[in-house]
C-alpha cells in the first residue's frame, strides 16, 4: 500500500516561512493528484493547494499568493513552499494522493477526492 510520510513542520514567527515535504512510497499511475490539506483545533479540514501529473495547480483563497505546491517526479516527493506566514495559518498540514486522474480543478483540493493520507505534520505561527 502507498504510504505518505509528511516532514518540515515547526515553530515559525509571522511572516516566516518553512517548507513541508510529503514523500511517497510509490506513484502507482501516470495520472494523478496530490493535494495539502491543513486542520486547525476545533475547525474542519481544509484543502489548500493541489497538483496534477500535468503540473496544474489550484490554491484556496486563503494561501494564495503565499504557498507554492510542487512535486518532484525523480524522487515522488511533495513538496509546499510557504511564506509569509500568519498566526492563523497554525494547523496539522496533511499532504493526500489520489491516484485515479488528474485534480477536479478547485480551487484547492475537496477532501472526498483523495484515497490516501500522510499523518500529518504541525505548524506553529506565533511570536
Known amino acids: 500500500e502507498v504510504q505518505l510520510v509528511e516532514s518540515g513542520g515547526g515553530l515559525v514567527q509571522p511572516g516566516g516561512s518553512l517548507r513541508l515535504s510529503c514523500a511517497a512510497s510509490?506513484?502507482?499511475?501516470?495520472?494523478?493528484?496530490m493535494g495539502w490539506f491543513r486542520q486547525a483545533p476545533g475547525k474542519e479540514r481544509e484543502g489548500i493547494a493541489d497538483?496534477?501529473?500535468?503540473?496544474?495547480?489550484t490554491y484556496a483563497s486563503s494561501v494564495k499568493g503565499r504557498f507554492t505546491i510542487s512535486q518532484d517526479s525523480a524522487t515522488n516527493t511533495l513538496y509546499l513552499q510557504m511564506d509569509r506566514l500568519k498566526p492563523e495559518d497554525t494547523a496539522m498540514y496533511y499532504c493526500?494522493?489520489?491516484?485515479?486522474?488528474?485534480?477536479?480543478?478547485?480551487?484547492?483540493?475537496?477532501?472526498?477526492?483523495?484515497?490516501?493520507w500522510g499523518q500529518g505534520t504541525q505548524v506553529t505561527v506565533t511570536s
Open positions: 493526500a494522493a489520489d491516484w485515479s486522474g488528474y485534480c477536479a480543478g478547485g480551487p484547492g483540493p475537496r477532501q472526498s477526492d483523495f484515497g490516501y
Open positions: 497538483i496534477d501529473s500535468d503540473g496544474s495547480t
Open positions: 510509490e506513484y502507482t499511475t501516470e495520472a494523478w493528484c
